[in-house]
């Protein structure tokens, strides 16, 4: 039996890994179900996936939390705290992590799993972006094995049969859907609400991937993962908008054969992919039906218009601490973004002059990286208080 422990339960990611682990119930169970606040919701899943442990990352909730699962007559026991779940993320209480809670406060757990030698389903890219390098070592040291959930990272998984790039491998191409504002000029973005950017076309997603969806962000954000996740340099990773969200991504190898993986976009794809690696397992996802669809379309992005991604490709370049300050940033004016406080076009106005203002530094340690990202937000947050980028 397989033991999963699901961080974000209570979102997207974690509900989709829920329903694909639910249909496995001889194999797979959840044993470890962690959210941030939302305390409600984390007591209605125990209620039906009966997991043994239950954590609150806010450690106010766990009076609620105990008293709710007390409440519904489960046995399980309740914990809050981050020390609590990379505690429990590290402990005999699960084989396997599913990564998902949302933003850099998955660092410490996702680190967490990858040093007790878990398998790792990683969809918290943040994590990658901001402690790539310290992360993937600690994984190799330790013999976990990291199975990308993000879609696209996870086709080229697929492509590459969950093997390392070697020299095989030419170049690497991520799809992107375009979101929400796909064909619109910059000044047709000045004016767009939360609600237009977080409605995206093809993907049912939480609101923070969602806007870093419709700024392209998402699409530097997962350059930055490919980078460490499948060792190619910058200029080997490509970005193809690709509006129907069918061809998960690209991986050409050094003799001219070009491989993809293709499927409707629904990610409990991946994490079938993952749960079951290297064996295949039902995920409840249906077939692909082409003739039904018709075309497959393929665009370069347009950078002028969305400077997230150009922005994300330079702190790549740059290396260090500077993918830390993007995303730390990113995060900041993403928050302010869906709270009404900046502009759309203000988030990647925020990035440039965060990563024109602090210097990038050697990404030689976690102190490091937790002091870039800690001024990083500082220096967003005044931007955003003085209004100098709203
Ligand atoms: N959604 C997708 O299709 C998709 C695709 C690829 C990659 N990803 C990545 O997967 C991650 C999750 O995305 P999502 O769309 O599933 O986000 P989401 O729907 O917003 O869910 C976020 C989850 O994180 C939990 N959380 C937030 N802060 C926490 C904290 N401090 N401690 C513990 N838990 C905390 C939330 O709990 P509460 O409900 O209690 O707040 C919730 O369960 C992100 O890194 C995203 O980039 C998502």
Excluded: Y
């Amino acid at each position: 039996m397989q033991r999963v422990a699901v961080l974000g339960a209570t979102g997207s990611i974690g509900g989709s890994a829920l329903d694909v682990i639910a249909r496995h119930p001889e194999t797979i169970r959840a044993s470890v179900l962690a959210a941030g606040g939302n305390v409600a919701a984390l007591v209605a899943l125990c209620a039906t996936h009966r997991p043994e442990h239950a954590v609150v990352g806010d450690t106010s909730g766990l009076a609620t939390l105990r008293e709710g699962l007390r409440h519904a007559g489960l046995s399980t026991q309740a914990h809050a705290g981050p020390e609590a779940l990379t505690a429990l993320v590290a402990s005999e209480a699960c084989d396997t992590v599913v990564a998902a809670i949302v933003g850099a406060a998955g660092l410490d757990s996702t680190l967490a799993a990858a040093r007790a030698g878990k398998r790792l389903l990683l969809a918290n890219k943040e994590s990658l972006v901001l402690a790539g390098e310290l992360l993937i070592a600690a994984a190799r040291e330790a013999g976990s094995t990291i199975v990308p959930i993000d879609s696209e990272h996870n086709a080229i998984f697929q492509c590459l049969h969950g093997r390392p790039a070697g020299t095989e491998v030419q170049r690497i191409t991520l799809t992107a859907s375009g979101g929400p504002f796909r064909g619109r000029s910059r000044a047709q973005l000045a004016g767009v609400t939360p609600q237009q950017a977080v409605a995206h076309p093809k993907w049912s997603m939480g609101p923070k991937i969602s806007v870093d969806s419709a700024t392209l962000m998402n699409k530097g954000l997962e350059l930055i993962e490919a980078r460490h996740l499948f060792g190619l340099p910058d200029e080997r990773l490509d970005v193809l908008v690709h509006p129907q969200s069918l061809v998960h991504s690209l991986v050409e190898f050094v003799d001219g054969s070009t491989l993809a993986q293709l499927g409707l976009p629904d990610m409990r794809t991946s994490l079938a992919v993952g749960l079951g690696w290297p064996a295949r397992i039902a995920s409840g996802v249906g077939a692909l039906d082409l003739a039904a669809h018709g075309r497959l379309e393929f665009e370069p992005p347009d950078l002028a218009t969305f400077p997230c991604l150009r922005l994300a490709r330079e702190a790549l370049r740059t290396g260090g601490t500077a993918p830390a300050i993007l995303n730390a940033v990113n995060e900041v004016a993403v928050s302010a973004f869906l709270q009404g406080r900046i502009g759309f076009l203000s988030i990647a106005a925020l990035v440039e002059d965060a990563l024109a203002a602090i210097a990038a530094e050697p990404a030689s340690s976690l102190a490091a990286l937790g002091d870039a990202d800690a001024r990083a937000r500082r220096h967003a947050e005044h931007a955003i208080a003085t209004g100098t980028l709203r």
